[in-house]
C-alpha cells in the first residue's frame, strides 16, 4: 500500500476490505430495519441496495459524459439531501466552537510543496495550470489553506484551541476506468476542520471531536463498522521524525480510551504527516471505508512554521488535529442512501410529508395542509387523483416517512389521518397538531417517526 495515498481525507479511496461479518448493534439498528421493510425491499431488492442504483431511481443524482466522468451532478431531491447534511454540520460545529472559514479550491504550487502534498501526494493530484509564470493546482486537501489562514494573525494561547471549519471542495485526479456513483470522484465537498492547540489539549480535542462523530452517526442512523488506529508502515513515504509519531500515536490512543472506544491498529494507513483514526463503515456487501477521521499532525505546523506566544511571552509551535465528522458529502449520502435503502431519517427525507386528496374535491384542503407544513419549515407535497389511485400514490411515496390522506370527512373537520413509513396509523388529530408532532420529530433528528406522548 503506497503510503503517499493515504492522505487524511476521509474520502479516502482505499481498496476495500471485507469486514467481519457482524450484525447490526446500536441504537439506530431497529430503526433501520424498520426502514428497510417499509422501504418496499420486496425479494428483487434482496441483494444489498447499491447507492448508484437508487440514486438514480429516486432521482438524487446522476452523471453525463458531457461533464465528465467522476463528476456528478445532484438533482433537487439529492441537493435538498446534501444541504440538510452540511446545516447540521455546520450548526454542530458552532455548538462546539468552530469558526467557520471559506478558502479557494485552487492555489500556488508552491503551497504543496511546502506542505508535502506535491512530494508525497503528486500522483494524486490535477496536473497544475500554467498562468503567465506560476503554476496553478486544483487542491488535493484544505490544510495548506487553513495553515495559511492561521499564519495571518499573530496568535496568543488564549486563542487556543482555535477550531477553524470548512465545508470545502477539493480534487483528485483518479483515472477514468475507477470511477462511479458518489464513491469515486475527482471532485469532492470535504467535511473538514482544522484544530490548532497546545501539546496539552490534544488529547482532549481528539476526545470531543470522537464525541461529535458518535453524535453524528445517531443523528444520521449510522453506525460504525470500527474504529481504526493508523499507523504508518514499513517502506512508506513519511515526514516527521519516529519520536513524533510515537507521541502523536499515544495521544489518539488515549483519546479512544477516553471515549471508551474499542479499536484496531494497522499499520500501513496512516497520512503521510502523521497517525490517525479512522472511523470505517462498511456498505451492504461488507465492504468498508472510511467515513471520519481525526488525526495529528506535528508536520505541516513546522513546515508552515507556526506559532503562539505562550504564557511565558516566548513563541510556541502549535499542534494540528486534522478531524472530519462525515467525510466527504458525496460518501456520506453515498453511504446513507445504501444504510437506508433510500428511506432517510425524517429530518434528512428530501420529501417529508406527502398530502393525498382522495378526489379533486379535497385538492385545496390537501395544499392548504401542505402550506401549513412548509410553514413549519418541512417538506411537503401534494399528490393529487391525477398521479393515479390512492393506492398507487401511497406506493409512489412509500420512502416519505409521513403520509396525510385527506378524504371527505378530514376536509370537513380540518383533521389529518396519517400514515407513517414503518406502517404505523396513528389516530386522525387536528392537523396543526399532527403537524407539531412531526416538527418536533424533525427539529429533535429523532429516529422515532411517532415517539409516544
Ligand atoms: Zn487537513
Not at 29 to 41: S, T
Not at 158 to 176: F, I, K, N, V
Not at 276 to 283: G, N
Amino acid at each position: 500500500m503506497n503510503a503517499s495515498r493515504r492522505h487524511h481525507a476521509p474520502d479516502d479511496h482505499a481498496p476495500a476490505t471485507p469486514a467481519p461479518g457482524r450484525a447490526p448493534e446500536g441504537r439506530a439498528a431497529d430503526g433501520q430495519a424498520a426502514n428497510r421493510r417499509a422501504a418496499g425491499c420486496h425479494a428483487a431488492d434482496r441483494r444489498a441496495p447499491d447507492h448508484r442504483r437508487l440514486g438514480r431511481e429516486l432521482g438524487l443524482f446522476d452523471t453525463d459524459p458531457l461533464i465528465g466522468a467522476g463528476l456528478p451532478y445532484w438533482l433537487p431531491d439529492g441537493a435538498e439531501v446534501r444541504h440538510t447534511l452540511e446545516e447540521y454540520i455546520r450548526s454542530e460545529e458552532r455548538r462546539a466552537g468552530y469558526r467557520h472559514v471559506h478558502s479557494p479550491v485552487l492555489g500556488k504550487r508552491e503551497l504543496y510543496e511546502i506542505s508535502g502534498h506535491w512530494s508525497h501526494y503528486g500522483e494524486d493530484m490535477f496536473p497544475p495550470m500554467d498562468l503567465g509564470g506560476e503554476q496553478l493546482v486544483l487542491r488535493p486537501s484544505l490544510c495548506p489553506h487553513h495553515a495559511v489562514i492561521y499564519r495571518s494573525r499573530a496568535r496568543s494561547y488564549r486563542e487556543l484551541p482555535l477550531r477553524m471549519a470548512e465545508l470545502g471542495g477539493m480534487y483528485r485526479s483518479e483515472l477514468s476506468g475507477v470511477l462511479g456513483g458518489l464513491t469515486r470522484v475527482r471532485a469532492i465537498q470535504l467535511n473538514d476542520a482544522h484544530i490548532f492547540c497546545t501539546p496539552d489539549q490534544v488529547a482532549e480535542e481528539a476526545r470531543a471531536a470522537l464525541e461529535m462523530i458518535g453524535r453524528a452517526y445517531r443523528a444520521l442512523g449510522i453506525r460504525p463498522a470500527r474504529y481504526r488506529l493508523s499507523l504508518p508502515g514499513a517502506g512508506g513515504k513519511y515526514a516527521a521524525g519516529p519520536g513524533l509519531w510515537q507521541r502523536a500515536a499515544a495521544l489518539l490512543a488515549e483519546a479512544l480510551d477516553r471515549c471508551g472506544l474499542r479499536y484496531e491498529a494497522a499499520e500501513g494507513e496512516a497520512a503521510f504527516y502523521g497517525p490517525k483514526i479512522d472511523v470505517q463503515v462498511a456498505d451492504g456487501a461488507g465492504r468498508e471505508s472510511t467515513l471520519s477521521t481525526v488525526q495529528i499532525d506535528f508536520h505541516q505546523p513546522e513546515r508552515f512554521d507556526l506559532g503562539y506566544t505562550g504564557p511565558d511571552g516566548a513563541r510556541h509551535r502549535p499542534v494540528m488535529i486534522h478531524r472530519s465528522v462525515i467525510g466527504s458529502m458525496e460518501r456520506a449520502v453515498a453511504h446513507l442512501i445504501e444504510a437506508h435503502g433510500g428511506a432517510f431519517p425524517a429530518w434528512l427525507a428530501p420529501t417529508q410529508l406527502t398530502v393525498l386528496p382522495i378526489g379533486d374535491a379535497q385538492w385545496a384542503r390537501a395544499e392548504a395542509i401542505a402550506r401549513e407544513a412548509a410553514e413549519r419549515g418541512l417538506r411537503a407535497e401534494v399528490a393529487g387523483a391525477e398521479r393515479g389511485s390512492l393506492g398507487a400514490r401511497v406506493r409512489a411515496a412509500r420512502l416519505v416517512p409521513y403520509l396525510a390522506v385527506v378524504g371527505a370527512r378530514e376536509a370537513a373537520d380540518g383533521s389529518v389521518a396519517l400514515r407513517l413509513r414503518d406502517g404505523r396509523r396513528p389516530a386522525a388529530l387536528p392537523s396543526g397538531e399532527a403537524l407539531d408532532r412531526i416538527a418536533a420529530v424533525v427539529r429533535d433528528r429523532g429516529a422515532d417517526l411517532w415517539p409516544a406522548g
